[in-house]
């Protein structure tokens, strides 16, 4: 079996791979990382081989790296934009700094169907990439998620925990709930934007949306684009690259 760890800047996220399908072993917040790595030491068995990326740089991602591959006490295999590309072709001046996580979410998309793709990655930040159905990267944007954006407003309210609000309604019953739908009205409206501008100037109408990322669930509910629900598209792309 293949172990499966997907590093962001807010969530860990664990899974395996077993007969084609992927497992969730555990989601947990950075700040909560102690508990991936006691996941690790008990599956030291190193007949298994863990394939990981991680989205942090800096400093803090060489302790988030080093801490794992403590854990784990074998060889990590860590993605990166060169080893994981493959048959996709980008236009950056700099295809290196492309992130690997994005890169994963397109390989996994793209074996799901044949199809021109629009992929949507809700994490810290929200990536949304456009893929031709000849494997080009054909643009996108990446903006602040959710939850940076609701730290950016935190001096507007003391909530502590987010108000349920109503994707449909315009009434709040306070500065909580009106900060709350408004940073999903922001984040869902533009995202619908991004959505229709890849279709209307380069991938046509019949372009498939893929919804993916810890924050997918709720922000699918307020989108107005029809998307199809894939949570571990990552982790997903991480198996293929695992069986090459």
Known sequence: ??????????????????????????????SGISRVHQMLRERQDHEETLHAVSTMQGDAGDELRAGVEEAWGGPVS???????????????????????????????????????LIIVDAGSAIAVDGLTEENEHCGGWIVPGYLRQRDGLAML??????????????????TDEAVESGIWKLLSGG???????????????????????????KLQVWCHTPMIAAPDLVLEGLALCAQE
């Open 191 to 217: 995202i619908d934007s991004m959505c229709s501008r890849l279709r209307e100037d380069v991938l046509g109408g019949h372009a498939l949306v893929m919804l993916t990322g810890g924050d997918a669930e």
């Open 78 to 116: 860590w993605a990166d934009p060169e080893k994981v590309r493959g048959e996709i072709s980008l236009h950056y001046a700099q295809p290196e700094t492309f992130g690997a996580d994005r890169l994963l979410a397109m390989r996994a998309a793209r074996h799901r169907t044949h199809s021109a």
């Open 1 to 30: 079996m293949t172990l499966l760890l997907d590093l962001g800047h807010t969530r860990a996220k664990l899974g395996e791979e077993r007969e084609g399908q992927i497992f969730r072993l555990g989601v947990t917040p950075i």
């Open 157 to 174: 309210y003391a909530a502590i925990h987010a108000p349920a609000v109503n994707p449909r309604s315009t009434a709040h019953t306070g």
